[in-house]
Structures are given as C-alpha cells and as structure tokens.
C-alpha cells in the first residue's frame, strides 16, 4: 500500500524540519570525550625550578642618527659626511659599540639611489640594526 498525500501527484513540497538527531549524536560524543579527558587535564607535575632574579639594563646601544636631504647630502647627527667617508664613520661606531642602531630619516625627494648606498655602506661596515625614522600621517597631500 502506498502512502501519499491528498495533492497532486508528483508535486512533493519540501518539508523544513531540522533533524536533531545527528547534532544530539556528537554532542553526546564530545560530553563523553570530555568527561574522559577533565580527570586527565587536572593532573600535575612537580617540578622544581630555579630561581633567577635580574635586574633590568639601562644601558641603551649607541644610536647613529643618519639623515638625507632632497640634495643626497648624507649627515651624521648634524654633521655632514662625504660619501667616501662614510663607511670609516660606520666602522668607528661599530667599533665603539657592537649593538649600534642606525636611523636613517630620509627626505621625501631624496633619490632612492643614495639611500640604497647609505644602507650598503652601513651594511658593510658591520650594522646589523638599521630603523626608518617617519612622520605619521605626512603622506597626506
């Protein structure tokens, strides 16, 4: 015996129920997985660590403050340096301190080319921490 509705035949709406029973399913699964594992997570070891104390460095590295002008005139704080003398003026502050930083502020129309040379001559001379100093916001025009 066949069963069927009173509608015509061959039009089945679609129904749009949710089944519960797989979610019921893996919720009971992952209850169950839980309630194995919770005893597991709770169990610990002793161990004993030593104790260290130290106090904080305020020694800060030695900073070299480059900066380039639109003309690719390279200067060391306020000073300028010529680019032949430039990698001697690296050195020095490499051997003065080993963590030197560099932070190089470069014009906005300075010549990438000269800032590339700058960044080689002070990767040669053995810096390592090279910073790009920005202004915030001044790319707005």
Do not use: C, W
């Amino acid at each position: 015996m066949a069963m069927g509705s009173f509608n015509s035949p061959g039009v089945q709406a679609p129904t749009a129920e949710i089944n519960m029973t797989p979610l019921v399913d893996v919720m009971l699964v992952l209850l169950i997985i839980f309630i194995i594992t919770a005893p597991l997570m709770t169990h610990s070891v002793k161990v004993d660590l030593p104790r260290a104390s130290s106090v904080p460095t305020n020694e800060k590295p030695l900073t070299l403050k480059v900066s380039i002008n639109a003309d690719s005139k390279v200067f060391i704080g306020s000073e300028q340096v010529e680019p032949a003398a430039l990698e001697a003026r690296f050195r020095d502050a490499v051997a003065q301190d080993a963590n030197v930083e560099m932070h190089l502020k470069a014009d906005r129309n300075t010549r990438y080319e000269s800032v590339a040379e700058t960044m080689s001559a002070a990767r040669r001379a053995g810096l390592s921490k090279i910073g790009f100093v920005t202004q915030p916001g001044a790319d707005t025009q």
